[in-house]
């Protein structure tokens, strides 16, 4: 079997309001999405979403390293993923998200070869995942209301909270939105790099009254050390990096710094499901856990993440939910998963069970 087109089309997504991080607001998204074409007819659909601030590309970008691949697809075997990458780090260093949208096609393709859903190419551990939901930062009486309507109205058991702006005003968001949600429900935070060490150390403190269970990326993505003392420090929270993990050989780094519990593996990081694969089992290695979670992405990208949390033990957390902000969920791409409450199940149709065309 021999590759013998790529297709690339821009896909532009509208959210239902405005999503506020530490470092960006942001309106809309726009995706690149693939198709790869084999001489037997099978086609494999992928995705980039860059987002510049944590991949350092932009669509623009993303569409010349594309074209600069299609070069090199054009007549490898789609199976040998392995060898595609080799080609794709030989061309350009880093740019995930473009990497990312050759990988996903590829294993889509696998996938429709084999006869099996992704999750079982990937490793097969379980079909469901339990999801969990986000909240941009806005006002605190805003963010506890968003809490409680996706907890009473939606089913969702596990929130992630957006902070990292103003640490006491984080606290009173969390003091408010564990009173509107109960004891039950499962929080996390997500700093976004907007702490310094002595503002992380204030807040993790402060959070502990609120039983939340685990705060991500608090320092600057380039402060590994930084990262270490504060989880040498800290106890009764988990450290999660996000930002610092792109590559596997940035997870090896906070594995030997004893950085963090859990990583944070993005797809659009780390260049797609072959290297998110090989940080989860480096993780695995170090006593880790893992997480998958995404960009503002549509159903590809959204369904190949998924099935990577169900693939794999060790990735025991799921935050692919940015779907859920735009005004149409499905981005015109009905299959790969059911959703009931915060419970995912994968389809077990060949590849990202996807009904797309283009």
Request: some cysteine; overall charge negative; glycine content about 10%.
């Amino acid at each position: 079997m021999k590759i013998t087109d790529l297709k690339i089309e821009k896909f532009h997504v509208e959210l239902t309001e405005p999503f506020k991080i530490a470092f960006a607001e942001i309106h809309h998204t726009e995706s690149l999405l693939i198709k790869i074409t084999t001489d037997e007819g099978i086609e494999g659909y992928g995705e980039a979403a860059p987002f510049a601030p944590v991949t350092g590309e932009t669509t623009e970008g993303c569409l010349s390293v594309l074209q600069m691949f299609r070069q090199g697809l054009i007549g490898m075997n789609p199976m040998d993923i392995e060898k595609v990458h080799v080609m794709m780090d030989g061309l350009v260093h880093g740019n995930g998200s473009a990497k990312c949208a050759v990988d996903i096609a590829l294993h889509d393709i696998k996938g429709k070869v084999m006869g099996e859903p992704l999750y079982r190419v990937l490793g097969g551990y379980q079909d469901t995942v339990q999801n969990d939901i986000t909240i941009g930062i806005s006002t605190p009486e805003k963010m506890a209301a968003s809490a409680a309507h996706y907890v009473k109205d939606m089913g969702y058991r596990i929130l992630k909270i957006k902070a990292g702006i103003d640490p006491e005003e984080d606290l009173r968001t969390l003091a408010l939105i564990r009173q509107e949600v109960g004891p039950d429900v499962r929080l996390r935070v997500d700093a976004n790099q907007g702490y310094d060490i002595a503002k992380a150390e204030f807040a993790l403190e402060g959070m502990k009254k609120y039983g939340i269970e685990a705060v991500e990326q608090c320092l600057p993505d380039w402060d590994l050390e930084g990262t270490a003392y504060l989880h040498s420090m800290v106890s009764g929270i988990q450290l999660m990096l996000d930002e610092s993990i792109h590559t596997p050989k940035d997870a090896a780094r906070a594995c030997r710094l004893n950085a963090a519990d859990i990583f944070n593996i993005k797809l659009m990081k780390c260049g797609g499901l072959y290297r998110g694969l090989q940080i989860s089992t480096l993780a695995e290695n170090f006593g880790k856990t893992c997480m998958v979670g995404c960009m503002l992405e549509t159903k590809i990208a959204i369904t190949a993440g998924l099935s990577l949390v169900a693939a794999r033990k060790n990735i025991t957390e799921a935050d692919c939910d940015s779907f859920m902000y735009y005004k149409d969920a499905d981005t015109g791409m009905p299959g790969g998963f059911t959703r009931e409450g915060d419970m995912f199940r994968l389809s077990d149709k060949p590849g990202l069970g996807l009904d797309i065309s283009f």
